[in-house]
C-alpha cells in the first residue's frame, strides 16, 4: 500500500515507521533538522528501555511522491488546512484521507479542502513525542488505532488499511461508529489536556487531591453533554469509567498540550476545550470548567506571552 504521513512526529512517525518495517511503501513528509535525521539515519524508536532504527523515506516535498492510496494527517491542528492543502499533488482517483489529529473539527476542514468523498475518520491512542531530530519516544499508554468510513461499511480501501495494519502489527479496529470513536477520544483528551496543562503537573497529583479531582470530573462531563447534545450515545457511565481509567496511568502522565506548554511551544487548547466551549454553545450545553481552562491558558496558545 503507498501511505504518506503528512506529519512525522510522535504519532506520524510512529505509525510511518511500523507501516515501512512491515513492507508498506511508506513516505514521510517531514522538514528542519528531523528530516535531515530521517534521511541521514532512518528513524529510532525508544520504548520500554529500548530502541530501533527503521529506515524511512522522508522528504518535505509533496509533490515529488507522485500518487498514493492513503494519506495520514498527523499534525498539530493548527496545521490542519495546510497540511490538507500539502497533500494535493498525491491525491489519485481513489486516494483516502485519514486524519489521526485529536480534534472533532479537523475532518471537516480536511473535507473542504480535499472533498468529502474522501475523508476516512480515524482517531490513535498513543503517548508519543520527537526526543530529539530523528528520534520518537513511545511512553504511557500503549498504541492504539481506529479508523473507518462514516457511514460504517467496510469499503475496499478501509479493508486495504486494516490489512496493511495487521501486516505491521498494528493494534488497531474499525469500530461500528468511527464518529463516536472520536468524540470518546476528544472528550477524554480535552480532560486530560486541560487538567494537566492548567496545573502543570502530570495526573497523579491532579487525581489525588479533591478539589483538582473534581476539575477532571466536571471537563469529562461538560464534554460527554457536548457530545450528547451532538449526536452521539454516549454511555451513562463514561465519566465513571474514565475516571477509573486515569486512576491506574503513571503519575507523571500528562498530555502532549501540557508537554507544549512547559517546552514553551505552542498549545491545541483552542481546538480541543475551545471546541467544547464553542460547540456547547452551540448546543445550548454550560461548559464553565472548559471555559475557564480556555481563559486561563490564553495567554499561553502561541507560546509563552511576553512580559513587559
Known amino acids: 500500500m503507498r501511505i504518506a504521513i503528512v506529519g512525522a512526529g510522535g504519532v506520524g512517525g510512529y505509525y510511518g515507521a511500523q507501516l515501512a518495517k512491515a513492507g508498506e511503501d511508506v513516505t514521510l513528509i517531514a522538514r528542519g533538522a528531523h528530516l535531515e535525521a530521517l534521511r541521514e539515519h532512518g528513524l529510532t524508536i525508544r520504548a520500554g528501555g529500548g530502541q530501533e532504527t527503521i529506515p524511512v523515506r522522508a522528504t518535505d516535498d509533496p ?22 492543502r500539502s497533500a494535493l499533488p498525491m491525491l489519485g482517483p481513489e486516494t483516502a484521507v485519514v486524519s489521526l489529529q485529536n480534534g472533532v473539527d479537523k475532518d471537516a476542514e480536511i473535507a473542504a479542502i480535499v472533498g468529502e468523498q474522501r475523508v476516512l475518520g480515524g482517531v490513535t491512542y498513543i503517548g508519543a513525542q520527537i526526543a530529539e531530530p530523528g528520534v520518537i519516544e513511545i511512553g504511557g499508554i500503549s498504541a492504539r488505532l481506529l479508523f473507518g468510513e462514516f457511514d460504517a461499511t467496510r469499503s475496499p480501501r478501509v479493508e486495504a488499511f486494516a490489512a496493511a495494519s495487521q501486516r505491521a502489527g498494528l493494534d488497531f479496529v474499525v469500530p461500528p461508529d468511527v464518529r463516536r470513536a472520536i468524540w470518546e477520544k ?53 465519566v465513571a469509567e474514565r475516571l477509573a481509567a486515569i486512576d491506574t496511568f503513571p503519575p507523571g502522565q500528562m498530555a502532549s498540550m501540557a508537554r507544549d506548554l512547559l517546552a514553551g511551544n505552542r498549545i491545541e487548547v483552542p481546538w480541543l476545550s475551545g471546541a467544547v466551549v464553542r460547540i456547547g454553545a452551540e448546543r445550548s450545553v454550560p461548559t464553565p470548567t472548559h471555559a475557564f481552562v480556555v481563559d486561563a491558558l490564553s495567554p499561553y496558545v502561541d507560546g509563552p506571552p511576553a512580559i513587559h
Do not use: C, N, Q
Open 63 to 84: 509533490t515529488s511522491v507522485g500518487s498514493v492510496d492513503l494519506v495520514i494527517v498527523a499534525v498539530k491542528l493548527w496545521s490542519t488546512g495546510e497540511a490538507a
Open 186 to 238: 476528544f472528550a477524554f483528551l480535552t480532560t486530560m489536556s486541560g487538567a494537566t496543562a492548567l496545573m502543570r503537573t502530570g495526573v497523579g497529583p491532579i487525581r489525588s487531591h479533591p478539589g483538582s479531582r473534581r476539575i477532571l470530573s466536571s471537563l469529562l462531563e461538560e464534554a460527554a453533554a457536548v457530545a450528547r447534545a451532538s449526536g452521539i450515545a454516549f454511555p451513562d457511565g463514561y
